[in-house]
Structure formats: structure tokens, C-alpha cells
């Protein structure tokens, strides 16, 4: 089992950036499929990037293609999300999830493993 844990969370003013990142430990992230989701205030958890387990292939919500970007290192078991120009429609609780079997990348339902989530909020 991997356990996962989001930090890099915060404030930041519109047009501005955050970077992310999913710390596993318990196994060998270079096993899994991983992604990001992110649930807006009273709002269902949505997919926003997905990346393969080599880190050779990414995919992308078409709400956040061209601003973010998703990346791996497997040798430090860590996963990063690098938030640019920042709307104020991307304040949400993000969270990192894994999987060693790909299913659905975009639902959840297609990952196995979360983390507690981290908080983002951007301020207009």
C-alpha cells in the first residue's frame, strides 16, 4: 500500500503560481499512475492532470492545459503540480491519488489510493 501526503498549498493572488506536491511512502511510486483532482467549495472533486508511471505521457483537464503541469520524480517518490497564472476559479482542495492498474483517469473511482488534500485559494 502507498500512503499519500499533498503539501505546497496556500493563498496567492490571481495570476500567480503555487507548486504542488504528492509525498508517497510505503511502496515505489514508479509502480503507480497518478493524478490530481480538485473539489471547489460545494462542489463535486474533479480531474484536473494525470501522468503515466514513467512520467512519459501526461494528460489534462482543458481547464488548466497551457497553466499547469504535472511531473514525477520517482527517485524521491514525489509527484508536483505547477500552478501558473492562477484564476479564481482554481480555489479548490487538490488532491493527489494513485493507482497500479489504469482505469478511468478522469474519474476518481479510477484511483485507489488519496491524500488528505491541500487548500488553494486565489484571491481576485
Known amino acids: 500500500q502507498v500512503q499519500l501526503v499533498e503539501s505546497g498549498g496556500g493563498l496567492v493572488q490571481a495570476g500567480g503560481s503555487l507548486r504542488l506536491s504528492c509525498a508517497a511512502s510505503?511502496?515505489?511510486?514508479?509502480?503507480?499512475?497518478m493524478g490530481w483532482f480538485r473539489q471547489p467549495p460545494g462542489k463535486e472533486r474533479d480531474f484536473v492532470a494525470a501522468?503515466?508511471?514513467?512520467?512519459?505521457?501526461?494528460y489534462y483537464a482543458d481547464s488548466v492545459k497551457g497553466r499547469f503541469t504535472i511531473s514525477r520524480d520517482n527517485a524521491k517518490s514525489t509527484m508536483y503540480l505547477q500552478m501558473n497564472s492562477l484564476k479564481p476559479e482554481d480555489t479548490a482542495v487538490y488532491y493527489c491519488?494513485?493507482?497500479?492498474?489504469?482505469?478511468?483517469?478522469?474519474?476518481?473511482?479510477?484511483?485507489?489510493?488519496w491524500g488528505q488534500g491541500t487548500q488553494d485559494t486565489v484571491s481576485s
Open positions: 510505503g511502496r515505489s511510486i514508479a509502480n503507480y499512475f
Open positions: 501522468i503515466t508511471f514513467s512520467g512519459g505521457t501526461t
Open positions: 491519488a494513485a493507482t497500479r492498474r489504469i482505469r478511468s483517469y478522469v474519474e476518481d473511482k479510477g484511483y485507489d489510493y
